[in-house]
């Protein structure tokens, strides 16, 4: 007799359950959960739509705002086509900007630094840069890049001299932003796809400077 093979009869079964849930889970994550059942429950999406999302979520990664990146650096044109129209920019080079109605390039610059946060969720470019890391969704960045942000760089490696300008965006909804940090110095042999593999992710949030390439590399 297996441990299922009993009798089930609700009049004698009054003990309370534990709400089924995945162990470990986080309480938002576990909330999530919850209204995407509700919403499936509702027929406002269906079920095969979420796994859609999420499978081209996860396809995602920061190499596609790379390439943008890379592209910028070696073609000044390029660069202020991708400040004019960012999604257009990434349909240039055959990449998929996502569905965010306003992706804005930012450039930064000897005199001027910008920065991203979504002080109210999570709001990024999925698209061009990947899942957002945990930390950019949790609430002492979400507060502190806003209150104390030259703080929260140098806590990131990151030191601005004085008379650099620190710009701090908020993402929405309807627009999500991408950094577009400087070149490094020492980089003028490389090619587009080395350069590329240069840019993190977090040096398109702005909390990060591209890593200068090894002597064997240049």
């Not at 986080?26 to 859609?52: I, M, S, T, Y």
């Not at 990947?130 to 760089?153: C, Q």
Request: a negative charge; charged letters at 30%.
């Amino acid at each position: 007799m297996s441990l299922h093979d009993h009798d089930h009869d609700d009049r004698d079964h009054d003990h309370p359950h534990e709400p089924l849930t995945i162990v470990g889970e986080p309480v938002a994550a576990a909330r999530v959960r919850a209204l995407v059942d509700l919403l499936v429950e509702k027929g406002v999406v269906g079920r095969d739509d979420v796994r859609q999302r999420i499978d081209w979520l996860v396809s995602r990664s920061p190499s596609d705002g790379a390439r943008l990146v890379a592209r910028s650096w070696v073609d000044p044109e390029f660069r202020q086509r991708l400040l004019a129209d960012t999604r257009a920019a990434a349909f240039e080079l055959d990449l998929d900007p996502g569905p965010s109605p306003v992706v804005i390039a930012l450039e930064n610059t000897e005199t001027v630094h910008h920065m991203v946060v979504c002080t109210l969720c999570s709001c990024y470019p999925k698209a061009l840069l990947g899942p957002p890391p945990d930390w950019y969704k949790d609430f002492p960045y979400r507060s502190r890049a806003v209150s104390e942000p030259r703080a929260v760089l140098e806590e990131f490696g990151v030191h601005l001299d004085a008379d650099v300008e620190l710009r701090v965006v908020d993402s929405t909804a309807d627009i999500r932003y991408l950094v577009i940090p400087q070149r490094p110095s020492g980089t003028e042999a490389l090619r587009e796809d080395e350069l590329a593999a240069l840019v993190t992710r977090d040096s398109m949030i702005g909390v990060a400077i591209p890593a200068v390439p090894s002597p064997a590399a240049s």
